[in-house]
């Protein structure tokens, strides 16, 4: 099966830019908005959709985007809610939509189940910051049958031989960490993310797209100089929080003017 992640790296390569990845949380402010914020980043800009489920423990989660998943979570998310979701999304855009999903909840839910439901709704594949390949053996296999992408995380602190693992085990492309720590807006970002994108680049890695800490039209395309695309999360959440989905609108559409790629003699 071809990627539909990779499909869109490339379309948007051959249209001289980068990609712009959006991430959302499933059910902030309630599902029903959460279902429009995530089409507005489809019309507005964003080529490849991150979906976030609300999850009790979120380890890499910066400030903003815990306060609305534990917003959606007190509104009455739950996981059965997510696959609906995405299929209300998936029947009226035609991007990717990846889920960026903790382990357990997909663990408790049933790896084969959830890679089905996730198929059968529309989804494209998982993003899962807190396990690695060798400990996803059963994702690994669930994935290959359905042609679901993973995404698997690199760090600037990542050895040779995890880089070497991440890369044989990612479709789609490699999340790549621009900074130690969580989620959320950064000044400035680590001159470390250039440097392992280098590294996945040595080690075989096709497509590298960098998240944590952009929320710029000049970060995005900062990243885009040196990378495939870039991850937004923490500032379009503000944005939904603050101005709803018109709002939201407004900040895509202002991010995705960074896309295009510098021109080489």
Known sequence: MTSRVEEAISRAHAEGRGVLIGYLP??????ETSIEAAVALAENGVDIIELGPPYSDPVMDGVVIQEATQAALAAGFRLKDLFPAI???TERIDIPVLVMSYWN???QYGVDRYADDLLAAGGAGIITPDITPEAAGEWIAAST???LDRIFL?????TDERLSLVVANSTGFVYTVSTMGITGERTELDAAARTLVARLREHGAKHACVGIGISTPDQVTGVIEYADG???GTALVRALRDGGVEGLREVVRALSAGTPRPQTA
């Not at 499933?26 to 599902?31: A, K, L, N, S, T």
């Not at 690199?154 to 990542?158: D, E, G, H, L, R």
């Open 26 to 31: 499933v059910g902030f402010p309630d599902i």
């Open 87 to 89: 299929r209300a999304i």
């Open 105 to 107: 909840p997909i663990w």
């Open 145 to 147: 049958r359905t042609g």
């Open 154 to 158: 690199a760090a600037p602190t990542s």
């Open 230 to 232: 870039a991850i937004v």
